[in-house]
């Protein structure tokens, strides 16, 4: 599409800037498309960057404030200029807002006749072949699972989509989904009875055929991986690229972008096994003895780890990991590699009798690659670990995306590199003018940077409150005088309180604590997370003290410090246990701070404070989303006060009034609960 310019992208006379600007005017169609419209000087600056890059070609980092309305600062732009667009996301939640709502509004706002469409991972859509599959499984879980499929089934025959969060009732926690949907390893491919009707497939094809597709990071980075997600036909169509969430970047990439290798896979793969040869190749093939091979192979695997703590996550930079025995590391993979190839050898002397066979042997061969892999030493430039849990999980990571972005991504020093566009943007990307926490690791050392502030009136909204006579985090007494100061302040609130914890323990903890002091009062409602699940938190929460209901006090770690918007008197009190640093002693944190020292930095001073103020940036942002919104924030850690890097700290936080004493935090949270409309 030429613009109104008359020129096309990358030409000199190319200019998307004046319809933008005029769409962000009032009474433009912004005004047509959000509810309340007001034009915000640092979402029309974002836009008019975004425009020019679009425009240009290049890369352009923004970190936008809550509140600027960045969704709309890209969609705009992207929308008008008339190309091909890919958005990508970090949550599906995420996924489906831009896809079911902002997308339809501006394109109808902009009167544009564009073509949307949203693309997922395999794990999201139903698998018609796995639910027939499914239904003759001899292990299926038990008959709450058989009638969730018969639920299932009945879905399947009305569903357009076959994405499975249309389905109401079912728990992302499911033990059914990995039983309905397909993964890379066991999808059939053409070869599938179900191929025509494959939802995977046609979400593919309808990506292909849009003007805008919206993925997500995961999707991304398993394509650049493995060349295997729909998205290699997809991304050299497309020359303008957004992501959205983009400081999770490169913590996603270097998921995908080494190897791992669990026992969870290895039993999903012996279960497939012997479904598949019972019921295309009973007694041809001695199933029992090959599947229980690969089972128990995998159970010794983690046997040989020994009764190390669950959630543990083990250094492994010798012969075998931090603490195991390296004589029964060596035997344990050297079974499984026996184990896995006498299933390639089984497998292939029933190949013709059904598509299934061939998957299942190449899946037997790349788990023996990976076995292959681990029992080797580990490339220069990555890392390796494994993780202890439910079941043992095998990892061999890069230590940051840097290089894959540079050398796949934008092609720098290349003609199609330079016409490309790419923009990144987040409300949290850095603590410094060149957002470096998230330009080095994702090798965006050239881009163009943009800061946009929150357009909020935080001295007057919100303030900040650091006890001074709270013991030290390492104190046992710790959690239980977080939890007394939760609880303190949901009294006064009637709920309408979060508290972030940054370890499983202190969630545990805290949790026990704030539930023992409100057991059988009935004025509050203490919810943990990982005892419902979180779809079912966010709406108990979000229903708050309605209807005659208890307040709530939700007490969270992990995906609830980022991503959770509670708009308006639903959330009043942000507790944050303790200031996020990254944990010492992980692998992945150890191996990034021994390479700034070698490099003759400071890991502290550069890594560590770094991803601590990024982390409670987030935790912080989820307490003002709206100009009208009031609340405050307590940092239950006096290093924030009392150390010389709580300075850097408290500056990365949105400008809050500070509270010196216990007095003034009780009185600000009666000012809030008395609705009053300033701090000051």
Not at 559 to 585: A, H, Y
Not at 607 to 622: C, D, H, N
Request: proline fraction near 5%; charge should be negative; charged fraction near 25%.
């Amino acid at each position: 599409m030429v613009n109104a310019g008359g020129s096309e992208p990358g030409e000199p006379g190319y200019s998307l800037e004046a319809p933008v600007r005029d769409a962000f005017a009032p009474g433009g169609a912004l005004s047509r498309a959000a509810d309340q419209f007001m034009p915000r000087a640092g979402q029309t600056e974002m836009a008019l960057a975004v425009a020019r890059t679009i425009a240009h070609g290049g890369a352009l980092v923004v970190e936008a404030g809550t509140g600027v309305g960045k969704t709309y600062s890209y969609l705009v732009p992207a929308l008008l200029s008339g190309e091909r667009v890919l958005l990508s996301t970090a949550t599906k939640t995420l996924q489906d807002q831009l896809f079911g709502r902002d997308l339809p509004r501006l394109v109808e706002a902009l009167g544009l006749p564009v073509r949307t469409a949203l693309l997922k991972g395999r794990g999201s859509y139903l698998c018609l072949h796995r639910m027939e599959l499914a239904r003759h499984d001899a292990n299926f879980p038990d008959r709450a699972a058989l009638r969730s499929l018969a639920k299932i089934e009945e879905w399947s025959q009305v569903t357009r989509t076959g994405d499975l969060a249309e389905l109401p009732g079912l728990d992302e926690r499911s033990p059914l989904i990995p039983l309905v949907t397909s993964t890379r390893e066991n999808c059939l491919g053409s070869d599938c009875p179900k191929f025509r009707s494959c939802h995977v497939n046609i979400a593919r094809r309808e990506a292909l055929a849009a003007d805008v597709v919206v993925i997500n990071h995961h999707l991304f980075f398993a394509d650049m991986a493995v060349r295997e997600s729909g998205m290699a036909e997809l991304l050299p169509t497309v020359r303008i690229a957004i992501f959205d969430e983009a400081h999770q970047l490169n913590e996603t990439g270097v998921q995908f972008l080494g190897a791992n290798l669990t026992t969870g896979q290895l039993l999903d793969f012996a279960r497939d096994m012997l479904g598949a040869g019972l019921q295309f190749a009973r007694g041809l093939v001695d199933w029992q003895t090959i599947v229980s091979q690969v089972e128990r192979a995998a159970r010794d695997l983690r046997l040989s780890v020994g009764k190390t703590t669950s959630n543990a996550r083990l250094r492994w930079v010798d012969e075998a990991p931090e603490g195991v025995e390296p004589r029964a590391w060596r035997e344990a993979l050297d079974e499984l590699h026996l184990a896995c190839t006498h299933a390639i050898e089984g497998l292939a002397t029933v190949s013709e009798m059904a598509p299934d066979f061939p998957r299942l042997q190449e899946r037997a061969t790349e788990l023996a690659q990976r076995v292959e892999r681990f029992g080797a030493k580990c490339e220069p430039a990555a890392v390796r670990w494994i993780d202890v849990g439910m079941q043992l999980r095998l990892v061999e990571s890069p230590l940051d995306i840097a290089k894959a972005v540079q050398d796949k991504l934008l092609k720098t020093g290349s003609a199609e590199g330079s016409s490309r566009s790419w923009v990144f943007t987040s409300a949290t990307l850095g603590d410094d003018a060149r957002l470096s926490w998230f330009t080095e690791p994702c090798g965006l050392g050239e881009a163009e940077i943009l800061r946009v502030d929150s357009p909020f009136d935080y001295r007057n909204q919100a303030c900040v409150y650091v006890p001074r006579d709270i013991v030290k985090p390492n104190d046992a007494a710790h959690s239980g005088q977080v939890a007394a100061i939760a609880a303190e302040g949901a009294r006064r609130l009637g709920g309408r309180t979060m508290v972030l914890t940054t370890t499983l323990r202190a969630l545990r903890a805290i949790g026990e604590e704030l539930q023992r002091r409100f057991e059988g009062a009935g004025e509050i409602e203490v919810l943990v997370q990982g005892q419902l699940p979180k779809r079912r938190l966010m709406e108990r929460f979000r229903e708050g003290g309605t209807q005659g209901r208890a307040g709530c006090v939700l007490v969270a770690s992990a995906s609830f410090w980022e991503g959770v918007d509670l708009p308006g008197d639903t959330l009043q009190l942000v507790v944050i246990d303790k200031l996020p640093f990254p944990p010492p002693g992980d692998p992945l944190v150890e191996a990034r701070s021994q390479r700034l020292e070698l490099q003759g930095r400071s890991s502290f001073n550069d890594y560590s404070i770094p991803e601590a103020a990024v982390a409670l940036k987030q935790g912080a942002g989820r307490l003002i989303r709206r100009e009208s919104d009031q609340g405050v924030l307590v940092v239950c850690d006096s290093r924030l006060a009392t150390m010389g890097y709580g300075r850097r700290l408290m500056a990365a936080l949105p400008p809050m009034l500070r509270l010196e004493s216990r007095d003034d935090y009780l009185a600000a949270l009666t000012r809030i609960s008395t609705t009053s409309p300033a701090w000051t």
